[in-house]
């Protein structure tokens, strides 16, 4: 893994309900939207309290980001914000041979990182929250035209209720 926005933070250094702001430079931004096949990512920042218990540390707070994506159809740039909640639970990595046990989470559960019992890495953490955010299809202006042009048939013209509609209509039927 690459770590385009690494801030690790020491365990030991961690205190409970520390408060965590983090703001990605040039080069870390550039490096994420690399990583991600951005066109750019202009803002990148992150707030976050950290709660600790034991070696486990959560880290709850919001991930904010202006960036660019690609049409999935164009290709043309597309303006888009993430403003987002996030909770992460860093966890020890299991030693080996040691078997995790099992844990069953909830869509309203956090999600899990594992540490190496040293250190938590946020930043990469946020980072990964961020490209879990981003709209996975993102669309242009144009792209409902440039569909159009290739033939490409929208949701109401391929649906089932419109198939059923050139059925009656090549029946003969009208309006009941």
Do not use: W
Not at 7 to 21: A, F, M, N, Q, S
Not at 78 to 86: L, N, Q, S, T
Not at 112 to 133: K, P, Q
């Amino acid at each position: 893994m690459i770590e385009d926005f690494a801030h690790r933070l020491t365990l030991d250094r961690i205190r409970d309900g520390e408060r965590v702001d983090l703001v990605a430079d040039e080069p870390e931004r550039r490096a994420i939207a690399q990583r991600l096949s951005l066109p750019s990512l202009d803002r990148l920042e992150a707030h976050a309290s950290l709660a600790r218990e034991g070696d486990t540390v959560r880290a709850c707070g919001r991930v904010a980001a202006s960036l660019e994506q690609r049409c999935v159809v164009t290709g043309e740039p597309v303006a888009a914000h993430v403003d987002e909640p996030f909770e992460i639970a860093f966890v020890p990595e299991p030693r080996a041979g040691e078997v995790p046990e099992e844990v069953e989470l909830r869509p309203e559960d956090c999600d899990v990182v594992f540490h190496d019992g040293a250190a938590i890495d946020l930043g990469t953490a946020i980072a990964d929250t961020l490209a879990l955010s981003l709209d996975p299809y993102p669309r242009s202006a144009s792209a409902e035209a440039a569909l159009r042009e290739a033939g490409v048939l929208s949701e109401e013209q391929a649906g089932p209720f419109a198939a059923l509609a050139k059925l009656k209509k090549g029946l003969g039927g009208g309006e009941a």
